[in-house]
């Protein structure tokens, strides 16, 4: 793990079904096998369910608890209502295990940004000036951007995943954890 305070947030954008789930997936193993313990949160403009119906943690949320925890040996999930959305800022302190935070969305945040974009999909990318876009991740190499950013091979996972390490000035981390000199 990085011996750093700061989180390291970059958003994965881009409209609905253009691959943003997707290219996360395959980036996950990239940063993994390059020491990395990842983090990720989902995006969601409407309200979801996450807790199964029927179930204990379910029936106490109903019964009007606030915040639950589900535990087990191998993993825990936290659930929180809240009077508002949080930000990403707030999202990430729950991230104490975590060297790089991926979001899937969150194309208004002020984190730095990759768009995933396939013009077979959608007519025009989403990103605008101010955005903090740093690449487009796209199956088009040749399409024409308004906006000036690197392009990436949407299908080569390692080389966006490389880039981002890049872009953050990472180290290569070794298998205890420890960035090489």
Known sequence: MINNSMKFII????????????????????FNA????????KHHYHDYESDIRGKDSWRHQLAGARQTIISSPNKMSFFSKLDSELSIDELARYFDNS???????????????????????????????????????????????????PVLDLNDA????????????????????????
């Open 99 to 149: 060297d790089i935070i991926i979001t899937d969305g969150y194309k208004k945040g002020n984190k730095p940004k990759i768009e995933v974009f396939r013009p077979s999909h959608y007519d025009a990318a989403i990103a605008g000036p101010g955005d903090n876009l740093i690449a487009y991740a796209t199956d088009s190499p040749g399409y024409e951007f308004k906006l000036k950013a």
């Open 34 to 41: 390059r020491g990395y313990k990842i983090g990720t949160i």
């Open 11 to 30: 958003s994965i954008i881009g409209k609905s079904n253009v691959g943003k789930t997707t290219l996360i997936e395959k980036m996950l193993p990239v």
């Open 158 to 181: 390692e080389s966006v995943a490389e880039f981002i390490l890049r872009h953050f000035n990472l180290p290569q981390i070794n298998n205890r954890g420890e960035a090489n000199e």
